[in-house]
């Protein structure tokens, strides 16, 4: 049975438009260069210390506004203006910044340089609140991952894989490390697989009073280099760094601890690789302890010690464990009853929930349960004992925020009201809900500290992102933005069209999804174009701002195209079980899911079945290209963009904790590698791959060509010189060409 949920038009419903004249048509340069449909945001925001202020950052400075009434009091920090610095010349644009725990001076980022996907170099400078004079902190090239010290009089930073400390008031540096070398040695920081796949790239940390560092060494001499040309001059740059592939070797990896009186450096012998091969993350807990997770090389077994060797907790699996999304140490009570516990979020019971633990790794309390995850901890409000977390509780494909006490009593949904939902949208009547009186969509917060206010940001598929200001009791003080001139074009546009539902599959598997179509669906027969992405625990079909992309598949609509999304097996938000059983079989289940929403699309009355497409990129180009090889009579045309073509080339964080090693899985390897079906081309094809990817490397691509070469198909390809995994630049150039690019082939072609 189908169940279809269809968000009404907004421009019927909104007071902004009324029943608006003819709508206008969408281009690409108003996705990618004019950026017509880019929402407003609040720019970096932060609460401050004493939890009745916050601070953004514009181009101009730092502001300071009341929570209590969300109005601007005061300019914290000013970049434009007379000049107002000390040993720096005039200021560059800057671009981050973060306060001393005092508040008395701010460090500020510019310049910034990428390195990888997530990580680059940055010039910094001190501002001093009171004397109002900005100081670069070094001349000596640019620096990074620089933080202060919690005591506000020192900085820590990262300079050619060596850690440094400085004072503020000398601004002499002071080197903790001295054999940091590229491509051997790492210190403070970490590799580009640590980078990619733990998400970690911050491999130092103060101690909380500002006497000791723990930092991260990595010794990758073993690990094997990839090699990239990047053209542009008379002779191309052969480009080289460490990328350990599946089944080889890693860094090996350890945490030291330095003393910055006397300087004197001490590694933790708990971190010995001779057992664990992972430390994916470490931090000190507010008494001053050193705790660190390690995990093995499957990632079926982590453990969360002191510094010392103290268990504080285990956690083993017969698949894979995923590192927390949550994990802090608190500190509960006051005075001599006051005491540390660890809050952590695990998968242990089927679900991703809260759990909270003593020092001695004893449980305390599981503070959520039910059939249904926990998305993330944004609040910790230490002194009334509450929690604050977002959840996929009313469906998968909603993230909902709610409150809790540490006892896991009194717990409360703070969705806005549907009265809220129409003030802060200016909405005429009421929107239907499954959950009155609540309005489901996306929920993200951002707390004060004390988490006596929160700023909430809301999106559904067909509603921007609206920011507001609440009270801890979730009531709404007022509205800060709620892109009032973008719901306004996308009435003019007419893109308020986005559907949701379930389809089964023959095996009796529900699966969720969404689809763009045209205002006359049902008129003739039209063309279907599938999205993919797939791939373990990631999420397509949420009820979110859909950004870019969602604004190409309405221009797609207009053209009479369908589009369609779903969630296959192996992806998240429905539980471990759901997630988990691609495990060492990674492409069947997905590719099988995908040839079945083909086979069901083309039941539909309104579909043409013989103009079934499919598109994806990373995981996604894998899984399109896998489905129009192994989907060859249910497919006429695929893109694939920078995919994953055999995943013995992709790395081994991520593949070995999906697939196991390739010498104990050959066959999970193997079998649903596309290069081993390229005979079986019948459909178009367009493969698409920038050359400068150091992520999903070319090689994939190039292997692909080959394979397809040989077996004496015709294709298309494309490539782009030089650009990474997002091919992307800042001027939208790229994309726009990358877009047209797809547009063409989809409507030659489908």
């Known amino acids: 049975m189908k169940k279809l949920l269809v968000f009404m038009t907004v421009a019927v419903m909104m007071g902004i438009g009324g029943a608006s004249a003819q709508k206008q048509n969408i281009t690409l340069e108003d996705i990618w260069t004019k950026r017509t449909f880019s929402p407003r945001g609040i720019g970096a925001l932060r609460s401050m210390q ?38 720096a010349k005039p200021l560059p644009p800057m671009e981050g910044y973060e306060f001393s725990q005092d508040e008395q001076k701010i460090l500020l980022s510019s310049g910034f ?25 070094s001349n000596n090239g640019k620096q990074r991952l620089t933080t202060l010290s919690p005591d506000g009089t020192k900085v820590a930073f990262v300079r050619d894989n060596n850690l440094y400390w400085m004072d503020l008031e000398s601004l002499e540096e002071h080197a903790i490390t001295t054999d940091g070398k590229l491509n051997e040695v790492i210190n403070g920081t970490t590799d580009w697989v640590y980078e990619e796949e733990f998400s970690i790239t911050h491999g130092f940390q103060w101690s909380p009073d500002s006497k000791r560092i723990a930092y991260m060494r990595f010794d990758e001499s073993q690990v094997k280099e990839y090699n990239m040309q990047m053209w542009g001059g008379l002779y191309p740059q052969d480009y080289r760094f460490k990328y350990p592939k599946a089944g080889e070797d890693n860094s090996t990896v350890e945490l030291w601890i330095y003393a910055l009186e006397g300087g004197k450096k001490e590694r933790c012998a708990a971190t010995d690789k001779q057992t664990w091969e992972y430390i994916p993350r470490f931090q000190w807990t507010p008494g001053g302890t050193l705790a660190f997770m390690r995990m093995n090389r499957l990632q079926n077994h982590m453990q969360i010690l002191t510094g010392d060797g103290k268990m504080l907790y285990e956690e083993q699996c017969g698949t894979y464990v ?61 002194k009334n004992q509450k929690l604050y977390y977002t959840s996929r509780e009313h469906g998968a494909i909603d993230k909902s925020l709610f409150v809790i006490g540490f006892d896991g ?34 929920y993200n917060a951002t707390f004060s500290n004390g988490c006596k206010y929160y700023i909430c940001t809301f999106s559904n598929a067909n509603m921007p992102p609206a920011y507001t200001l609440h009270n801890a009791q979730g009531k709404l003080l007022k509205v800060l933005q709620n892109n009032a001139e973008l719901q306004q074009k996308m009435a003019d546009y007419g893109t308020q069209q986005k559907r949701f539902g379930t389809f089964k599959t023959s095996t009796g598997t529900e699966l969720n999804y969404y689809m763009i179509a045209p205002k006359e669906l049902n008129t003739k027969k039209h063309p279907v174009l599938i999205y993919v992405y797939g791939g373990p625990g990631n999420q ?45 079989d ?6 099988e899911d995908a040839i079945e929403a083909a086979r069901w699309l083309g039941s539909q009355e309104w579909a043409d079945k013989d103009r079934i497409g499919i598109w994806g990129w990373s995981f996604g180009g894998y899984l399109s290209t896998l489905s129009i090889l192994k989907g060859n009579d249910v497919f006429k045309s695929a893109i694939a963009v920078a995919p994953v073509m055999n995943w013995r080339y992709y790395d081994n964080i991520y593949t070995e904790r999906f697939l196991a090693l390739p010498k104990d899985n050959a066959k999970g390897y193997d079998d649903n590698s596309p290069l081993n079906f390229a005979d079986r081309l019948q459909g178009n094809y367009l493969l698409i791959h920038g050359t400068g990817d150091d992520n999903v490397h070319f090689q994939n691509s190039a292997e692909m060509v080959d394979k397809l070469q040989q077996a004496g198909k015709h294709f298309e390809f494309q490539i782009y010189p030089n650009k990474n995994h997002s091919i992307y630049d800042y001027t939208g150039q790229t994309r726009l060409n990358l877009y047209q690019l797809m547009t063409d082939f989809i409507l030659r072609k489908l």
Request: glycine letters at 10%; aromatic letters at 16%.
């Open 540 to 584: 397509q079909v949420t009820n979110s701002y859909g950004y870019s992309d969602y604004y190409w598949y309405h221009m797609l609509a207009e053209q009479g195209y369908v589009v369609f999304c779903f969630d296959g097996r192996g992806t998240g938000g429905r539980g471990s079980d759901f997630k988990k059983q691609t495990y060492r």
């Open 586 to 591: 990674l492409g069947r289940m997905e590719c």
């Open 322 to 382: 995923d590192v927390p999304d949550t994990w802090q140490f608190i500190t509960v009570g006051k005075g001599k009853k006051a005491k540390e516990q660890m809050l952590i979020t695990s998968e242990r019971d089927g679900y991703r929930h809260i759990y909270l633990y003593d020092m001695q790794g004893t449980l305390v309390k599981q503070v959520t349960s039910g059939d249904w995850e926990v998305c993330d901890v944004p609040g910790i409000d230490l």
């Open 50 to 87: 004493d939890g009745e202020h916050y601070c953004t950052m514009s181009r101009t400075g730092i502001a300071k506004y009341s929570y209590a009434t969300g109005e601007k009091v005061a300019d914290v920090c000013l970049f434009g203006g007379p000049a107002m610095q000390k040993k």
């Open 409 to 442: 009593s009194k717990k409360q949904c703070l969705n806005h009201q549907i009265s809220e939902i129409n003030s802060i949208y200016n909405i005429i009547g009421s929107f239907y809900t499954t959950y009155a009186p609540y309005f489901t969509g996306t």
């Open 113 to 137: 340089e990428p390195l990888y996907r997530h990580s680059g170099v940055s010039d910094y400078y001190i501002y001093d609140v009171k004397e109002k004079t900005f100081t670069k902190i």
